[in-house]
């Protein structure tokens, strides 16, 4: 069993950053991909990234690319996001979430996860 925290969100100005990040419990947390969806209002949860079980591997949705960066400390049990250049369209409630089985290069798939974090609100305004 697996119990993930986010924190970090926030309202920020478009062009801001903010950082967030999510703490999980358990011994085994470098057993596990992590990676990060979102949900907008009346929108699907969508990916935005993941990071393997060594950090070695990262993967970005198209729409975060070159301003996201996923990272994970496996010593201290957590994973981060730092998003910058935010722009509107990336308000939503960000989850981090945990996969212990092989992912078959479909990161993005969300039911690849076994368990899920509470969410935390992201909201960027022009």
């Known amino acids: 069993q697996v119990q993930l925290v986010e924190s970090g969100g926030g309202l920020v100005q478009a062009g801001g950053s903010l950082r967030l990040s999510c703490a999980a419990s358990?011994?085994?947390?470098?057993?596990?991909?992590m990676g990060w969806f979102r949900q907008a209002p009346g929108k699907e949860r969508e990916p935005v990234a993941h990071?393997?079980?060594?950090?070695?591997?990262?993967y970005y949705a198209d729409s975060v690319k070159g301003r996201f960066t996923i990272s994970r400390d496996n010593a201290k049990n957590t994973v981060s996001l730092q998003m910058n250049s935010l722009k509107p369209e990336d308000t939503a409630v960000y989850y981090c979430?945990?996969?212990?089985?092989?992912?078959?290069?479909?990161?993005?798939?969300?039911?690849?996860?076994?368990?899920w974090g509470q969410g935390t609100q992201v909201t960027v305004s022009s």
């Open positions: 990071i393997s079980r060594s950090a070695i591997g990262t």
């Open positions: 979430a945990a996969g212990g089985r092989p992912f078959g290069g479909m990161w993005y798939v969300a039911n690849k996860y076994d368990y």
């Open positions: 358990g011994r085994t947390f470098s057993s596990y991909g």
